[in-house]
């Protein structure tokens, strides 16, 4: 077994999507990034790879490469897995929290598992996404952007 960690931030701007775990979720700010800018999903996949030690997505998905701008970070997600599987792991499971102010995150919580699940090929039950937010202290206290960490444990396939 191994476990991996991953963490990422975005800045929260006018005129983008706010978009975690796959959710397009309703607000007035968005997050800057090349990518979806999807910071739920990034500190996921970091947390993958870590556990493999396989690098971090800033190799595997330069930010400095057209092919993925605007990019949907759960196709991205589904190449990490892709890779691990290919290199004989399995996801047993993944625990994450999203650092934000606002807006409340709670109502689309279900969805993002769903999601972050669907993509993986691990149960929901096996995927937790938490929310919290700083106290008003911070960046993400202060709304300039959003954070999120990422914890995952694998397993090696069992040989056949
Ligand atoms: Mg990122």
Redesign the pocket.
């Known amino acids: 077994m191994r476990i991996g960690h991953g963490y990422?931030?975005?800045r929260l701007v006018p005129g983008r999507k706010l978009i975690l775990g796959g959710v397009d979720i309703p607000h007035h700010l968005g997050l800057l990034?090349h990518?979806d800018?999807?910071?739920l999903a990034?500190?996921l996949m970091d947390a993958l790879l870590g556990a493999a030690a396989l690098g971090d997505?800033g190799q595997h998905f330069p930010?400095k490469d057209p092919a993925y701008s605007g990019a949907d970070?759960l196709v991205l997600l589904g190449k990490v897995m892709d890779l691990l599987a290919q290199k004989g792991w399995r996801v047993e499971n993944a625990d994450m929290t999203i650092l934000a102010q606002k807006p409340k995150l709670m109502p689309h919580i279900p969805q993002m598992r769903q999601n972050l699940s669907r993509v993986m090929g691990v149960p929901v039950t096996a995927i937790s996404v938490k929310a919290t937010t700083e106290e008003g202290l911070g960046f993400t206290g202060t709304e300039q952007g959003i954070a999120a960490h990422a914890v995952v444990l694998i397993e090696a396939l069992e040989k056949a």
Do not use: E, Q
């Open positions: 990422d931030v975005h990034g990518s800018a999807d910071v990034h500190a997505i930010d970070s």
